[in-house]
């Protein structure tokens, strides 16, 4: 599967961003589609996910309130409405898709099995 994320680019403090990422290639029926971010000099972490069997989803702390992910089935196709930005949002944004998911791994990069080429997202103070 293949991955292509859109969307990043710069915004003020407070402002938003959707960011968007399609799968194409092979999919599968169930899996999950998820969203990290890496800034610089830090490791790669957890934001949000969506299981598509049902629509779970889980957020990291810091963005719960704020981001929201929705998934497009038909289209093969998550977004990340990223609302309320703040300056500690800046990173590099991945998706990512996994076919064995379980809920207690859903926040973990090794359950995920194809990620995309990332997208930056700049926010300025």
């Known amino acids: 599967v293949q991955l292509q994320a859109f969307g990043g680019g710069l915004a003020q403090a407070g402002g938003s961003l959707r960011l968007s990422c399609a799968a194409s290639?092979?999919?599968?029926?169930?899996?999950?589609m998820g969203w990290f971010r890496q800034a610089p000099g830090k490791e790669r972490e957890f934001v949000a996910a969506?299981?598509?069997?049902?629509?779970?989803?889980d957020y990291s702390d810091s963005v719960k309130g704020r981001f929201t992910i929705s998934l497009d089935n038909a289209k093969n196709t998550v977004y990340l409405q990223m609302n309320s930005l703040k300056p500690e949002d800046t990173a590099v944004y991945y998706c990512?898709?996994?076919?064995?998911?379980?809920?207690?791994?859903?926040?973990?990069?090794?359950?995920?099995?194809?990620w995309g080429q990332g997208t930056q997202v700049t926010v300025s103070s």
């Open positions: 969506i299981r598509r069997r049902g629509g779970s989803t």
């Open positions: 290639g092979r999919t599968f029926s169930s899996y999950v």
């Open positions: 990512a898709v996994g076919y064995g998911v379980i809920p207690s791994t859903m926040r973990l990069r090794r359950a995920y099995d194809d």
